[in-house]
Structures are given as C-alpha cells and as structure tokens.
Nanobody, 124 residues
Framework: VQLQASGGGLVQAGGSLRLSCAAS????????MGWFRQAPGKEREFVAT????????YYADSVKGRFTISRDNAKNTVYLQMSSLKPEDTAVYYC??????????????????WGQGTLVTVSS
C-alpha cells in the first residue's frame, strides 16, 4: 500500500483545512487508517483513527471536537477535516494504515504503512 497525503498549507488560527490521503492497492478498505503528526522538536503523536468501514473513530484529546476523520473506500481515500485550528496544531501530518488502536489505553501498534507527510502551519 502506498499513501499520498495532501491538503496541508498555511492557515490563520481559527481557520479550517481538510487533509486527504489517497491510497493505492485493492486492500485499502480492509485497513484501519489514521492520522499522526509531528511538531518541530517533538515526537510523532497520534491524532485520529478510523476503522475499516468508518463505524468507529477515535481522537486524541487535543483535537477532539475540532477534527473529524472520515473515509471513502470507493475512492481509496481517508480525510481529516480540521476546524478551529490553533497554533499548536502546527506540524507535519502523516496518514498511516494497518494498525490497531486500543481506545481504553490509547496504545496503538506501529502502522505498517506511512504516507510522506503534509505540512500544516497555523499562524496566530
């Protein structure tokens, strides 16, 4: 599976952006998908995940209520709608595929596939 993320850019605080991640391969619809991000000088962190049919989604506390993850299996694409953006959301955002997220503990296995990342910059 190859993942291609897009949609990043510069936005003012309070604004919105939608990230997209297009996947190749016929097995996309069977994978749990997710978004992670890495801010300058920080470790990569979990943002959101969605199961194979979109029936279950989970979010990091820092983005809950502001970000929405969705997927379109017919288009082999996963999205991250980001609203009410804050300067602390500035990071490179990566899409990922094929991992398990344990909602009770917030633990997740390392994804098997990663996209190349797209930069989101939120100005104050």
């Amino acid at each position: 599976v190859q993942l291609q993320a897009s949609g990043g850019g510069l936005v003012q605080a309070g604004g919105s952006l939608r990230l997209s991640c297009a996947a190749s391969g016929r097995t996309f619809s069977s994978y749990t998908m997710g978004w992670f991000r890495q801010a300058p000088g920080k470790e990569r962190e979990f943002v959101a995940t969605i199961n194979w049919n979109g029936g279950s989604t989970y979010y990091a506390d820092s983005v809950k209520g502001r970000f929405t993850i969705s997927r379109d299996n017919a288009k082999n694409t996963v999205y991250l709608q980001m609203s009410s953006l804050k300067p602390e959301d500035t990071a490179v955002y990566y899409c990922a595929a094929d991992f398990t997220y344990y909602s009770a503990s917030h633990y997740y296995t390392y994804p098997a596939y990663w996209g190349q990342g797209t930069l989101v910059t939120v100005s104050s």
